[in-house]
């Protein structure tokens, strides 16, 4: 059976959830917390070398990267539910929807979760105890951010952060002033993938996304919240706790 | 018939070009003046808003964002030549290697190529002739880019790109030690991509890129320009000028 690795039902690790939930494919989901840096573990970087989730196992072959296990789903399990246009041009621009949400605003979103959420989670735990877990981080870039989680993000990072959040749902609400998906007159990954990042803003973001700003954005919002799958995936699968005791 | 908007073929444009080439597809090619900024003119900016190349016009879409192109070609011509693996688990593996060279790969290489070679052209126009340029680019982030190149990046900036293009190396030379090729057994979307960064360096980078430091890289960049459709491309398709007149 599939086995995803994964956190909670939000941000990267939502993408993968939400598509197996939406192809009706069974798989046995393994959460593993955040606040104990459990993703950098041993055990799971022999799963995952570069120490992030989601992953994925099928069989014998690990699959990595949120987007490219959403991908891989659709070319693997073929089901009636289709979350890619049939058409090349529809899924170019899915496509370029999703590697949007990976390279721009996946990014300014998370900066400023961490400042707000990992940081008490940084600082809750001794100095000692937060340098052997840095230690275990494979991936350089992402040792920085946990130190900027604990000593602080620098504030013209923040701002910046700020302005690019305000400029991705800008393009979000423009688009979907026009459309009702995203790409190819469908829902697709594309929408799958910045609904992973979008839900929720409305709470988060109140500045950005709200009835008079973003009114489409919220109804798109609405219309993927009101979907079963994503229904059962919210009531099947916990949020994750941010505790730093096992 | 199929019309490419790019640069010369180095970089994002040499993607697309190449991956016609090696399809064996005809297409009219459109080479744009970087150092007259026409990718930022109406004209232009009519095909794609961004006022980025490549940009592929297949009748009446445009396809945008180079990686998403050659899929989009894989998608649309089915030709004999195959560059993505027929089994999902080497397509998810050449995506994570596309991936990797869009979010990581390339713009470390980018930023100092800028430094080296953009500069010159930045600070050969006036400054009333600079600002009006940089009030046409739409996109903010490729204005601060072009104010870097005439101003001089900040030598933080410079130090950080170059380690992570000493990551970038050493991550591409030790996959290449164990495989031929980047993913799934065969040349694919994985290599033309990266080598489409990667080509060069040994010239450029020749600290990073050796015959003792990355024997298995230089092998696979040999292998690929030993490839017929690359040396009718480099034949056929000349580096673009950088100079400021047209």
């Known amino acids: 059976m599939l086995k995803l690795y994964s956190f909670g039902p939000a941000a990267n690790s939502l993408k993968p959830l939400l598509t197996l939930y939406e192809k009706g494919l069974e798989f046995e989901g393994n959460r593993l917390n955040p ?15 570069r120490g992030q989730v989601p992953a994925l196992v099928d069989g014998d072959k690990v699959i990595t990267e949120s987007t490219v296990i959403c991908e891989y789903l659709e070319d693997e399990y073929p089901t009636e539910v289709k979350l890619r246009p049939a058409d090349s041009y529809g899924r170019a621009e899915m496509r370029v929807w999703t590697k949007w949400v990976d390279e721009y605003f996946c990014w300014c979103v998370s900066t400023i979760g961490w400042s707000r959420m990992i940081s008490g989670m940084a600082k809750a735990i001794s100095a000692e105890e937060f340098e052997e877990r840095v230690k275990a981080i494979p991936i ?3 040792q920085v951010k946990w130190r900027r989680a604990r000593d602080g ?5 923040l701002d910046e952060e700020m302005r690019k959040i305000g400029v991705s749902v800008r393009r979000l609400e423009d688009h979907l002033a026009n459309q009702e998906w995203l790409a190819g007159d469908m829902y697709s990954l594309a929408d799958i993938c910045n609904f992973a990042i979008a839900n929720g803003m409305q709470f988060g973001f109140p500045e950005f996304v709200n009835a008079n700003d ?9 219309q993927i919240n009101a979907r079963p799958a994503v229904q059962k995936m919210y009531a099947e699968v916990p949020m994750e706790r941010l505790e730093t005791k096992d």
Not at 214 to 222: S, V
Request: proline share 12%; no cysteine; hydrophobic share 45%.
């Open 140 to 142: 350089p870039e992402q």
């Open 153 to 157: 993000f620098p504030q013209d990072m």
């Open 35 to 49: 606040a104990i840096f459990e993703h950098h573990q041993d055990w799971f970087k022999a799963i995952n070398p």
């Open 214 to 222: 973003t009114p489409h954005l919220l109804r798109w919002m609405a």
